[in-house]
């Protein structure tokens, strides 16, 4: 079997390695090893930094100011881990019939409410999930 990828230069030392073809994909393969890596960050601003919304098990709300959910982290799982003893895992999307194959499938609320009803779910795929919250507007998008 012959391995594919190629030899790269790292960004932060300079040093050529040799990057698989499957790192390459992943993340582009720019760094020799994790020390070059985390050292490429040192100065740099985090992605969160500025964000609005909290994930605090003790605060008073869970997650970006725009969604309908106000109880905490600790209710939110809660929450979902009620659902899924319920229903169990959803294995197919009922919008466009994806099954569970490399594909998420959740438990997505359609009233927005968060009720403690079983037929307030639907299975979604994280694609379908997204464009369900996207369209109700939950996520202030």
Sequence with gaps: ???TGRIKKCLMC???FYA???LEIQNGAKYCSYKCYWESKIGKKP?????KGTQDANSG???HSETKWKGTLKEYKKLHHWVGSYLGKPEVCSNCGQVKIGKDIH???KSGKYKKDI???IRLC???HYKFDKADKRRGI
Excluded: I, Q, R, T
Excluded at 47 to 51: A, E, M, R, S
């Design 47 to 51: 992605w969160n930094k500025g964000l």
């Design 126 to 128: 994280a694609k379908c």
């Design 20 to 22: 698989p073809h499957w």
């Design 1 to 3: 079997m012959k391995k």
């Design 119 to 121: 037929n307030d779910w």
């Design 107 to 109: 438990w997505a609320n």
């Design 61 to 63: 709300s869970f997650g």
């Design 14 to 16: 300079g040093k050529e």
